[in-house]
């Protein structure tokens, strides 16, 4: 399964992701400190989600069109402008929060582009066999470089402070250099813009209803059932503990992630029966849900979340395969754009539904009534998209 390519893939997503990571973490911290505004954390996220709606079906257009490599090159080397700015921006005497949020608006602006491409570049450099090891592979590393990344910007704030922007350089051009190593992919070179085209990957998700349910279930239970946003509740007013639990709590589904993806890489074959092991998974992952719930020790929140992340990990490596695998790779840009701003989406407004939920019901019963809605929508999605549910073998269709 290894190449050059993959190679330079993995490396590149590790550097990436760090970067994100240790980025999320420090400005926080550092514009927290600044302005003792809380309003203006909320700012952070949202001067980058919206670029990343804005510029969604573009981007999936440029990924089908322009070279995949030469799109991850231009991302690359405007987040390498964006940290020069960040950095200068930070190390200044006085803090000019709207100079740093228009900074951040450029780096949402070049996820949005970059996403789509390199969700689209996997098929070009792994046989169709070896997917979906492949896929457990590129989850393994991203679900690790989330975990360490806060870490390592816990000591670079401690060690360097406002310098530890400057260190994101390096990591930059990491993410540049692995790039380099990928092979050029041309698709759709002679093909003109107009709307059928842009608006394309959503017209075939109209059509293909097993990749559109692979989409639509993920940003559907994800919004329902996720709990991370209101672990220091959790931890606060349900176990009476302290930042230590918090900090084990907030590691478990990324460590049962870590355990599933490592066996699922170094499984020989690809997974059969996709449909059952899906739902199987979905089921698994809503019913950890209302266990985390109703968990008043710290080990079986802890066992509940580690389950969380492992039964994530088997749904993250069935979809990511069947959007891979089963979308012609004249349209991969455009529907794996689709699917970054579902995720990017779910994500965020997951975090703000389990927060809403907490204050409105308290803690227990919102993280419950996120795990009865996430099984809600198990059975709705099973009885919505029964080509999903039946689905065997993944293989990917002639353009």
């Not at 602006?109 to 070896?130: C, D, E, G, K, Y």
């Not at 070179?189 to 293909?208: A, M, P, S, W």
Request: glycine letters at 8%; proline letters at 4%; charged letters at 10%.
């Amino acid at each position: 399964m290894w190449s050059i390519a993959l190679v330079g893939l993995v490396v590149s997503r590790i550097s990436a992701t760090l970067i994100s990571a240790i980025l999320s973490v420090a400005i926080g911290w550092h514009l927290y400190q600044a302005t003792g505004n809380a309003f203006d954390l909320a700012l952070v996220g949202l001067v980058q989600i919206v670029p990343i709606i804005v510029f969604t079906i573009p981007a999936g257009w440029v990924a089908d069109h322009v070279p995949r490599r030469t799109v991850l090159q231009l991302t690359s080397l405007l987040q390498l402008g964006v940290i020069i700015a960040i950095a200068l921006i930070m190390s200044a005497e006085q803090l000019h929060t709207w100079q740093l949020f228009i900074a951040l608006g450029f780096l949402g602006t070049s996820r949005a582009f970059f996403a789509p491409a390199i969700q689209s570049v996997l098929p070009h450099i792994v046989p169709a066999n070896q997917m979906n090891r492949a896929v457990a592979l590129i989850s393994l590393v991203w679900n690790i470089a989330l975990t360490v990344g806060p870490f390592i910007a816990g000591a670079l704030l401690v060690w360097l402070d406002h310098s530890l922007y400057w260190s994101l350089l390096i990591l930059s051009v990491i993410t540049l250099t692995g790039f380099y190593l990928l092979p050029s992919i041309n698709v759709n070179t002679g093909r003109q813009l107009n709307i059928d085209e842009l608006l394309g990957g959503i017209r075939y998700l109209k059509k293909n209803r097993t990749v559109l349910g692979a989409i639509s279930v993920d940003m559907a239970i994800v919004l329902a059932g996720s709990v991370t946003a209101i672990l220091p509740i959790f931890v606060s007013d349900v176990l009476h503990s302290g930042p230590e639990t918090l900090g084990l709590l907030r590691a478990m589904p990324a460590l049962g992630a870590t355990i599933v993806g490592t066996l699922l890489t170094k499984r020989k074959r690809n997974i059969t029966n996709n449909g059952k092991v899906l739902y199987l998974a979905l089921t698994v992952f809503s019913l950890s849900i209302l266990a985390f719930a109703f968990a008043h020790t710290t080990w079986l929140a802890a066992l509940a979340l580690l389950i969380y992340g492992g039964a994530d990990m088997f749904s993250v490596v069935i979809r990511g395969t069947i959007v891979q695998l089963l979308t012609p790779d004249l349209l991969r840009g455009r529907v794996s754009a689709v699917n970054a701003l579902f995720i990017a989406c779910s994500n965020d407004l997951g975090d703000f539904r389990a927060g809403a939920a907490s204050a409105l019901v308290g803690t227990v019963y919102g993280a419950a009534i996120g795990g009865v809605m996430a099984l809600g929508i198990v059975a709705m999605s099973a009885r919505m998209f029964p080509t999903l549910r039946h689905l065997k073998e993944v293989k990917p269709p002639e353009n």
